[in-house]
């Protein structure tokens, strides 16, 4: 019996009822749950070490930022919809606080 389904056909229909799905979330926030947005951000750091020749162990000598901190391109919310651009927590957080 052969496989007539089209996986790619298959993966669009997924994609777009994930990307559905998630703009529900964002414009109708649950009203039982705490709406407060969070995000990764990751700072660089230069870090130099010395070489401690008895105990044969590299040290941390010192420690350099040499990047700013920058807000992080996707959110989340604490209620648990992730992946949101700013704009779309800011909708989110619109919402919640329209629902309160």
């Not at 994930?18 to 990764?40: F, K, R, Y």
């Not at 230069?46 to 105990?55: G, Q, S």
Request: proline share 6%.
């Amino acid at each position: 019996m052969p496989d007539d389904s089209d996986p790619e056909a298959n993966l669009e229909q997924w994609k777009s009822a994930m990307q559905e799905e998630h703009a529900e979330a964002i414009a109708n926030p649950d009203p039982d749950e705490s709406h407060q947005i969070e995000g990764v951000a990751q700072v660089t750091y230069r870090v130099t070490f010395d070489y401690d020749a008895d105990e044969d162990a590299l040290d941390r000598a010192s420690a350099e930022e040499v990047d700013d901190l920058t807000d992080p391109d996707l959110l989340s919310c604490a209620c648990g919809v992730r992946g949101m651009t700013p704009e779309e927590a800011r909708k989110h957080m619109a919402a919640a606080v329209e629902q309160g």
